[in-house]
């Protein structure tokens, strides 16, 4: 169990910091807009990833929750 949550961990991380540096500060509102995405496909398990990495943006950028998506 402690082997997969540093697996998921890292990967949240990763995920994370490689959409920061893709996108900067709207980051956040992409992964954001992913998690919508996959929430109304009814894939809730890539909706959760997708909400922990938004909060791993934010905590790489230091802002506030993002509100709304930036549509694609």
């Known amino acids: 169990m402690i082997r997969n949550t540093y697996v998921v961990s890292h990967s ?3 995920a ?3 959409l920061v540096d893709s ?3 709207e980051a956040r509102r992409l992964a954001l807009a992913n998690a ?3 929430a109304e496909e009814g894939r809730m398990e ?3 990833m ?3 990495v938004q909060g791993a943006v934010g905590e790489l950028l230091g802002d506030e ?3 709304r998506p930036l549509l694609n």
């Open 16 to 18: 994370a910091q490689n």
């Open 36 to 38: 919508q995405r996959m």
């Open 65 to 67: 929750p993002a509100s």
């Open 23 to 25: 996108h900067g500060t």
């Open 50 to 52: 997708w909400e922990l």
């Open 12 to 14: 949240i991380s990763w």
């Open 46 to 48: 890539l909706t959760t």
